[in-house]
C-alpha cells in the first residue's frame, strides 16, 4: 500500500477525527456542491456560532453529571462527542478575516479543509480571549482584513490587530516612546494585558520538534518572553517526568533560558515562569538565576497544600490507589507489546508507565493507538477512580497518573487566574493525546508544529495591542541571541560559543530522553592493525 493510500485509510479511523470539525466541514460541502460558499459561508459560520453559544447555556445551566436527550443543546445531538465552550467564538468575523486573505470561496474544486476549519476555530479562540473585540469599530475590522490581505505569513499565522495605543514595554524591557502629551496622560506601567493572563504549553511538537530540545528559535522566544514582559504567566505542562531533577527539564528548555537571561529577564517576570513535569506531578518556576527550582508541595505556600480541595489533584492521591493504577496500565502495555510483537521495552517510572521503541527501531503509529485504547478501556473496566493519561507520544506510548486537565487546574488555583482568562496550547487533541483532557477546564488552542505556536503568540500579542516595533524586532532577532555561554553570566557580543554548543549536543546524545539518565559514551572498539606487506625487490 502507497503511503498517500495508507495516510487516507488511516485518517478514516474514528480515533483520529475530531467530530465538531468534521461536521462543520460536512455542513460547508453542501454549499461548495452547489457552488453558493461566496453567498452562504459566512451565514454558515453564524449558525455554528449560535448553536455553540446555545451550547454553552446548556451546558452552563445543567449542574448534574447526566442530562436527558430532551433537554440536551441542538449542537448535542447533532455532534455527541462535542466538548465544552469556555467563551463565545466569534466565528463569523474569524471567517470574514481568514478568507479575506486567503479566498476560500473562491475556489471550485477544492472545498474548505479540516485544516482550515482549525484555523478558523483557532482565531476566533483568541479573539474571544481579546478584551478589545468589546469595543471594537467597524474601521478597527477593515484594518483586520486589511492586515491579513496584505500579510506574508503561512496560512497558520492567524494575524490580525485591533487599538492604535501601544504598551509601554517592548521587547527590550524598556519603555516606547511616546508624546509629552502622552506621557502625561498615562502611567508610566505597563497596561494591562488584553488577553489571556495565563498560558499553558505542551512541550514536545509546540514549543519545540518531536523528541528535540528548545535550542534556537529566537521568534517563538522573543514572544514568550513580550508575554512575561507584559504580566502574563508561561507555563510548560510537559508529559517529560524527571522527578525534581531540574538539570534534565533546564537541558530540554536550554536554548529558551539562555534566551531570557541574554535579554535580562527581570526577577518578577522570571517568577511567572513555570513547568509541570509528569503532566501535573512536579512543579518548577524560573528563579533569579533563569534556572528551574521545584516549588514547595506542602506547609503555607505550598502548591499541593494550597491545591488539596481541589478534586482529583495529587493532594487527594494516595499510594495504594497509585500503585493500583500504575500495575493495570504496565500489565496491559505489557500485554499490547508482546501480542503486536513490538520491538520495544516497558519503562515504569515514580508515577508514569511508558512502552517505548528500542535503539534504532519504530513502531508503527497504529501500534501505538492500539495500546493506548487497549490500557485506556482497561483502566475505566476495572474502576481505577484517579484520573490518568494514556496517550501516543508519537514516537512511544505512555500512562501518566495525573493528566493536563489537573495540571492547568492547579495552575489556574494556585495562581488565582479563572479559565475565561486561560489558554492552552497543544498538538495532541484528539482521543490518543495528551492536550485532550485540557478541554475541559480551559480554552485550548489546536496546533501542529512549533510553527503555528510561533504564529498564534504573535497573533495574541497584536490582539492585545503589543507595537508593531516591539514584534519587529522579535523577528530580527538572529540566533546569537539564544546561546549565553555556560549559563553563569549573560553572553555578550555576537560572537557564537561553539565550546557551549558542542557541550549541549554532547549531553543530549548521552541522555536517555525517556528516563532522563546520562550515559557514558563508549569509545567504538580498536580494529586490529595488519601490517603492510613490505615491497618486494625487482
Not at 501500534?367 to 482497561?378: G, H, I, N, S, T
Not at 493525546?433 to 500579542?461: F, H, M, Q
Amino acid at each position: 500500500m502507497s503511503f498517500s493510500s495508507r495516510r487516507r485509510n488511516y485518517l478514516l479511523t474514528p480515533h483520529r477525527r475530531d467530530g465538531l470539525i468534521e461536521w462543520m466541514k460536512c455542513m460547508l460541502q453542501h454549499s461548495f456542491v452547489l457552488d453558493a460558499l461566496d453567498s452562504t459561508g459566512a451565514d454558515t459560520f453564524s449558525h455554528f456560532e449560535v448553536l455553540i453559544e446555545e451550547h454553552r447555556q446548556s451546558s452552563s445551566n445543567d449542574t448534574t453529571t447526566s442530562t436527558p436527550d430532551h433537554q440536551l443543546s441542538r449542537l448535542k445531538r447533532l455532534v455527541p462527542t462535542v466538548g465544552t465552550f469556555h467563551t463565545p467564538l466569534p466565528l463569523r468575523r474569524a471567517f470574514e478575516v481568514y478568507n479575506a486573505k486567503y479566498a476560500l470561496t473562491t475556489r471550485k474544486h477544492i472545498t474548505i479543509s479540516f485544516n482550515e476549519i482549525r484555523h478558523i476555530l483557532n482565531l476566533a479562540q483568541i479573539m474571544a480571549l481579546s478584551d478589545a473585540n468589546s469595543n471594537q469599530s467597524e474601521d478597527c475590522h477593515e484594518d483586520v482584513v486589511r492586515r491579513w490581505q496584505n500579510g506574508h505569513d503561512s496560512p497558520s499565522a492567524l494575524v490580525s490587530g485591533f487599538g492604535e495605543s501601544p504598551p509601554s514595554l517592548s521587547l527590550d524591557g524598556v519603555e516606547e516612546e511616546e508624546s509629552p502629551e502622552e506621557s502625561s496622560q498615562q502611567s508610566q506601567q505597563p497596561k494591562e494585558f488584553k488577553g489571556p493572563m495565563l498560558i499553558s504549553f505542551d512541550g514536545d511538537q509546540t514549543l519545540y520538534s518531536d523528541g528535540s530540545n528548545f535550542e534556537s528559535n529566537p521568534k517563538l522566544a522573543g514572544y514568550l518572553y513580550l508575554l512575561l514582559r507584559h504580566g502574563v504567566a508561561v507555563a510548560v505542562v510537559t508529559a517529560a517526568g524527571y522527578e525534581y531533577q531540574t538539570e534534565k527539564y533546564e537541558l530540554r528548555l536550554s536554548g529558551l533560558l539562555a534566551f531570557f537571561q541574554k535579554k535580562g529577564l527581570p526577577p518578577e517576570d522570571c517568577e511567572r515562569f513555570y513547568l509541570f513535569g509528569g503532566e501535573c506531578n512536579y512543579l518548577l518556576r524560573m528563579g533569579d538565576d533563569y534556572k528551574l527550582h521545584p516549588v514547595k508541595e506542602f506547609g503555607p505556600g505550598g502548591w499541593i497544600t494550597a491545591t488539596k480541595h481541589i478534586k482529583g489533584t495529587p493532594g487527594s492521591w494516595n499510594d495504594v490507589d497509585i500503585t493500583n493504577l500504575l500495575n493495570v496500565a504496565e500489565e496491559s502495555i505489557q500485554t499490547s507489546m508482546e501480542e503486536q510483537k513490538l520491538r520495544a521495552r516497558v519503562i515504569r517510572k515514580k508515577r508514569a508507565i511508558g512502552l517505548v521503541p528500542k535503539a534504532e527501531e519504530r513502531m508503527p503509529r497504529e501500534a501505538l493507538d492500539e495500546a493506548v485504547l487497549r490500557v485506556q478501556a482497561k483502566l475505566d473496566q476495572d474502576g481505577v477512580t484517579l484520573p490518568f493519561c494514556a496517550f501516543n507520544g508519537g514516537r512511544d506510548a505512555w500512562v501518566d497518573v495525573g493528566n493536563k486537565r489537573v495540571g492547568v487546574e492547579i495552575l489556574q488555583s494556585y495562581l488565582g487566574v479563572p479559565l475565561e482568562k486561560t489558554l492552552h496550547i497543544g498538538d495532541q487533541f484528539l482521543n490518543t493525546g495528551n492536550d485532550y483532557a485540557a478541554r475541559t477546564v480551559c480554552p485550548c488552542v489546536w496546533i501542529t508544529s512549533p510553527d503555528e505556536t510561533t504564529y498564534i503568540l504573535k497573533s495574541i500579542l497584536r490582539l492585545a495591542n503589543i507595537s508593531l516595533d516591539a514584534m519587529l524586532r522579535a523577528n530580527s532577532m538572529d540566533e546569537t541571541d539564544m546561546d549565553s555561554g555556560n549559563g553563569d553570566t549573560p553572553a555578550t557580543g555576537k560572537s557564537l560559543d561553539f565550546a557551549e554548543m558542542e557541550r549541549r549536543t554532547k549531553m543530549v546524545e548521552l541522555m536517555d530522553v525517556y528516563k532522563g539518565k546520562f550515559y557514558e559514551k563508549r569509545a567504538p572498539p580498536e580494529l586490529p592493525v595488519t601490517p603492510k606487506p613490505k615491497p618486494q625487490a625487482k
